[in-house]
């Protein structure tokens, strides 16, 4: 076996290990289909420059796709082989994308809101007042991969340095008529002839020998007009050249400190200052105290705060049924029934009293008995789908597209776990694919600056398949070892939903026929029995091949979870307890059945 094709399995959340065989497409994988790498790009794994942003547009054409295809890909979706391919990693960019517009091009500096300057004198080192804040976009542009790192990110904390950002837009024409779609739906076949073009961090467009060197004199936009570039629209570059402000993460990223290391205390001293003889400084302002740093909780103390109102609605009500009563038809039913209100699903609440009944039919049952046998069930019927998600990392990248319903939080669990594989030291591209919804995209470049990842986007309203067909083609380029494509949700508006999310199966599908290679559904716990729907139909859109569940944190409807597990039977890989970045864990079956159950940790 030649010894860059050994493989390995990455269980990504878990420790299962496997070895599976290299997928034949991996060497169409590296095919190079764009020009060859200008020579101002480094060979190698890219560094990731700090905060810098690319945003590219270009067009898409593919060859005629059918919906089986897609579906079929999308179904192929089982976790396979994952290797670190450490030779290949070495290996530079072999390709860069041609750029091709016949319109014009723009280059955007979106710096961060100026400083502000502390008044003449009490800057310590520093210019005096009025000194010009234009200073700190400079001092970006100079030092990117410095100023884009978030404050409370521990500098050489992540392997990956700065977060270099790519935003590219794309637009894939289908060519293929509606009627040749599977069960009625259009067949939305792309070709995409993908053109884009990317900027190089520093603004140096001429990274791309199609196009012109900046003129850094001039002004931004502009400066790249009538270029000879071919596209069917204008094509726009964003330089955003400092950080997206962003909430502090101390405590928040993996591997980070608890309790507050790095939040030294702030408080608010009057600069020295030299006084003549005779007088004394005095600083009569009161000095804010810096909170005592709160002791972080374990997860496993989150996941039993997150479920407390779940388990104490369910506890409560089976106390109150059991109290000084033996167990006979009546409360057995009474019991089913109140299972069955908490949302487990009729198929475990009958198991969960059919054990009751061979127990302790006819005798005394406490609260604590039925808690002690429903932890059990649930635990029997958690523990088939609590798998980890394997990542094939012989892709290059592991593509993992995420669905669910509006507000589900796909942005948020695909940052979340940008953060794990990134802590981890993956190389990560995120795709902004919710093109419905600026604040999307917005909130996936802070997740995306948060976690050192780079990311894909385009403007709002461009076509979401070919900007993942497009994401997918610079992540093999930068060599990104999962690729995480966010897609919007809109159930309310069904069919059109159901012919994007085929259409971006499909196009992926063009790049690699076993793309994309993990298809997640984010679930809102509080929704309740409502999800149970949404699965089935994410599952036949878009080939479902996972859950992650959201928002189990205050919820009183966490038994959903058993619900669809029972149902459905798909893997549940992850769960989130809170929006902070490490309130995402893998789901554990009896860690999650004691929860809910209200019972000790056994
Ligand atoms: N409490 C809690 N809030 C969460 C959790 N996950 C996400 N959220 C919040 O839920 C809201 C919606 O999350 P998003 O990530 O924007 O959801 P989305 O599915 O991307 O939404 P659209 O972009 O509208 O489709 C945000 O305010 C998140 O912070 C969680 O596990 N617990």
Redesign the pocket.
Known sequence: MAIGFIKKIFSFGKDAVEEKPAPPQEAAAETPETAAIPPSVPSGDLPHKGGDQIATEATAEGDRTTIEEAKASADDLSGSLSAEDTDARSEGFEASPTIAADESVRIEDESLPRPIFPPAGEKTGGAEAGEPASEHAETLDDDKGAAAIPPSVPSGHLPHKGGEQMATGATAEDDTAIGEAKAGTDDLAVSPELTAREADTTGDVGASPDLPKEDPGATREGALENTDLAADENVTVHEESAAMPISPLAGEMPGRAEGGDAAEPQLSVAPARDLPKGFAASDQRPREEAPAPQPKLSWYQRLRQGLARTSSQLTGQIASLFTKRKLDEATLQDLEDLLIQADLGVETAMRITDTLASERYGKDVTGDDVSRIMAGEITKVLAPVAKPLELDLSHRPHVILVV??????????IGKLAAKLSGAGLKVMVAAG?TF?A??IE?LKIWAERTKSEIVSSKLGADAAGLAYDAFQLAREKRSDVLII?T??RLQNKAELMAELEKIVRVLAKLDPDAPHTVLQ?L?ATTGQNALQQVEIFRNVAGVSGLIM?????TARGGILVAISAKHKLPVYFI????GID??EPFEARDFAEAIAGVAAS
């Open positions: 669910g319903v509006n507000g589900t939080g796909k942005t948020t669990t919710d919804r604040a999307a909130q966010d919007a949700g984010t809102d959201t928002k189990l944190d205050g989130g307890v809170g929006e309130d995402l």
